[in-house]
């Protein structure tokens, strides 16, 4: 259904669009295991993992491990979305 929209002077049309485009799957969300780290001037500042109640540094090889084994993100795009080792 089209509609219009006084604004002013003018009239405004408003035209209902479906997005016909694929559903883009949830990632989840790791923020309490898994942290990005930067300092304050935005640089990376590494990767931690959450192990009891201790925040410890990881490389980013093993952090990506574990979205994989999680299935949360296919080993596929990790690849091609962060570069491996």
Do not use: C
């Not at 405004?12 to 990005?36: A, L, M, S």
């Not at 925040?55 to 084994?69: A, C, I, K």
């Amino acid at each position: 259904m089209e509609a219009w929209i006084a604004e002013g002077k003018k009239w405004q049309q408003v035209i209902r669009v479906r997005d016909t485009g694929p559903d883009e799957p949830e990632i989840g969300d790791f923020d309490d295991i898994i942290r990005h780290l930067v300092n304050n001037t935005q640089e990376d500042a590494g990767w931690v993992l959450k192990v009891g109640e201790n925040w410890t540094n990881e490389p980013l090889t093993h952090t990506n491990l574990l979205f994989v084994v999680k299935d949360s993100i296919p080993e596929k795009s990790m690849k091609s979305s962060v570069q491996l080792s």
